[in-house]
């Protein structure tokens, strides 16, 4: 698709700022083993632009939290994610997938160091 999104809102001028931008950076709690709606928002609305998206192949990362600490609770989004940076030609440049981190206490030091890694990458 290219073009305009037919919804007359901030969303048109969200996606020219993401075409000039050299990378993306998606972040999101762990909301019932997905992304949140509002994160899920954003990116239904690169549809009108996937085209161009693609193009540009960008630089992206998912930095994810979520409450638990096991194997399953970061699958579902990373599958997702791994779909979806694959279908708009995004090169992964670190994503950070932290469990056990529903607040900022909680958080395992590894991950905030982490966290630094696709920034320098950038
Ligand atoms: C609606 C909702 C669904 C959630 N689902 C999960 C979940 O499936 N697994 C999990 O570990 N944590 C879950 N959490 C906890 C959040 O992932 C965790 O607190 C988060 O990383 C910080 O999100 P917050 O800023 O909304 O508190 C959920 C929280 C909410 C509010």
């Given amino acids: 698709m290219a073009g305009n999104c037919i919804q007359k809102d901030d969303g048109n001028a969200l996606l020219d700022r993401l075409l000039r931008s050299d990378?993306?950076?998606?972040?999101?709690?762990?909301?019932?083993?997905?992304?949140?709606?509002?994160?899920?928002?954003?990116i239904d609305r690169f549809y009108a632009r996937n085209g161009a998206i693609t193009a540009k192949c960008m630089k992206a990362a998912l930095i994810a939290t979520a409450w638990n600490d096991d194997d399953t609770v970061m699958k579902g989004i990373e599958v997702t994610f791994g779909i979806i940076?694959?279908?708009?030609?995004?090169?992964?440049?670190?994503s950070v997938l932290a469990?056990?981190?529903?607040?900022?206490?909680?958080?395992?030091?590894?991950?905030?160091?982490?966290?630094?890694?696709?920034g320098r990458a950038i």
């Fill in 99 to 118: 469990k056990g981190s529903g607040t900022v206490g909680m958080m395992p030091l590894k991950y905030r160091r982490q966290a630094y890694e696709p």
């Fill in 85 to 94: 940076f694959d279908y708009l030609d995004f090169v992964n440049v670190g």
């Fill in 23 to 42: 990378a993306v950076i998606f972040v999101t709690p762990v909301y019932y083993f997905g992304m949140s709606a509002q994160l899920k928002t954003v």
